[in-house]
């Protein structure tokens, strides 16, 4: 069974930074594009950006509005997936959710989101 | 990037009936959609993939069609538990995008 767990929101003042993890479980973790997609309070689902496998370049992509500031990175002998977030603004409140296609183009897999909260 | 435009914002129904939603992107995407069901407090749910081919475990009374820059996700004999929001998401092109999502309410 395909598991994605989050970890690591937490309150944070503007400006400040936080990472969170994404542990996978179920698939073969080293051959998978890893997502992350974001949810403001009531709002509707934001593609934040993603790591390629390895074995396809490994290199990130990101969505415009946080190039710069967030930082994808995957470590594949712990089956984890990160999202360093620095620069934080009051915008980047949201849900996060962990999510991948394994192997699919679709994303058929997602974690059950970790909070974070950027407030002064 | 590929804009993904749906219809209605919400709508009421009751169970029993069959709904239809739609969604338009803003240049041709083929049948690279997805669309996700989504219930309060619990993450996206994939129900189609390749804008028709049912997510395993997908109940029947959804299907998908479209193709090109229109695309429909219809439930027939809405169940209580398909009260939910629905987004469609173009896999096309880079970065990914969804529609702004479709509440589904009772009536």
């Known amino acids: 069974e395909v598991q994605l767990v989050e970890s690591g929101g937490d309150f944070v003042k503007p400006g400040g930074s936080l990472r969170l993890s994404c542990a996978a479980s179920?698939?073969?973790?080293?051959?998978?594009?890893m997502s992350w997609v974001r949810q403001a309070p009531g709002k509707g689902l934001q593609w934040v950006g993603r790591v390629k496998s390895k074995v396809d370049g490994g290199t990130a992509d990101y969505a415009t509005p946080v190039k710069g500031r967030l930082t994808i990175s995957r470590d594949d002998s712990k089956n984890m997936v990160y999202l360093q977030m620095s620069s934080l603004k009051t915008e980047d409140t949201a849900m996060y959710y962990c999510?991948?296609?394994?192997?699919?183009?679709?994303?058929?897999?997602w974690g059950q989101g970790t909070l974070v909260t950027v407030s002064s | 990037d590929i804009q993904m435009t749906q219809s209605p914002s919400s709508v009421s129904a009751s169970v029993g009936d069959r709904v239809t939603i739609t969604c338009r992107a803003s240049q041709g995407i083929s049948v690279w959609l997805a669309w996700f069901q989504q219930k309060p407090g619990k993450a996206p749910k994939l129900l189609i993939f390749?804008?028709?081919s049912l997510q395993s475990g997908v109940p029947s009374r959804f299907s998908g069609s479209g193709s090109g820059t229109d695309f429909t996700l219809t439930i027939n004999n809405l169940q209580p538990e398909d009260f939910a929001t629905y987004y469609c998401q173009q896999a096309h092109s880079f970065p990914p995008t969804f529609g702004q999502g479709t509440t589904l309410e009772i009536k």
């Open positions: 999510t991948t296609g394994a192997g699919s183009a679709y994303k058929r897999h």
């Open positions: 179920g698939f073969t973790f080293a051959n998978a594009w």
């Open positions: 390749a804008a028709s």
